[in-house]
């Protein structure tokens, strides 16, 4: 559920994020927010949740998937606990940070 | 029948080719389908960059250093690519999504396209959302 979860956050939000911010924003294809614009907006109780829900469960849809790709795609079924620890301690990890970035926020 | 019978533990081996590490090469299908799932990878590098931006806005002085960090052309390519990924998982997974989840309304089968469209007017939706919390300042 978290998996499928993540999939379906990912692909509803990041998109068009990614382009705002990834591209257009720095690119000054269209004008970025200013600082307090952005100030209010990532303040907002409802942003904050939405943002952190979205953070956790797309790091787990990714680590998971990651962690399956490198088992079939490589075959590398001896290093399965390793590669384990790494892919769900890295989305442990992201997730307890964005968890305190965004507990501060506002 | 004097003694009790004696089992060796032979066992014929049972027959496994190997699979060669770089068997998704060989075949389109298996390639996209490698590339589909290492679209994870960009999702999390996005996760990643959002975590930097929110600290960046939350942190006295470092916005503006953000801004053009974030206008880098290795950034800019890296995002580039990463917005090309997202979207083949985006578009990839609301495909799959009729095949996936069965609706069914009042007894009868909902038909695959309107949950697929459903999808993508949800995906439309919470971009135009986005769009329009952050330019319509």
Redesign the interface.
Known sequence: MLFSGGGVLAALFIPMLLFLFGLAFPLGLLPAPSHQHLLVVLSHPLTRAVLFLLCTTALFHGAHRFRYTLYDGLQIKHLNELISLLCYGGAIVGTVVAGYLFWRAG | MKDKPVYSEFHPRWYRPR???Y??VKRWSHLAF?LR??S??F??W??????L???A??GTNR?QEF?EW??KPV??VV??V??AF??F??IT??NLAPK?MVVRLGGKRVPGSWIGASNYL??AV??AL??V???G?
């Open positions: 699979m060669s590490t068997w998704w490698i799932e290492l994870s990878l999702i999390v996005f996760v990643v960059y959002l975590l931006m929110v600290r806005v939350f916005y801004f974030s206008a950034i800019l995002n580039f990463s917005l997202v979207l998982h985006a997974w609301f996936a949800a995906w919470v971009s986005i769009a919390l952050l330019l300042a």
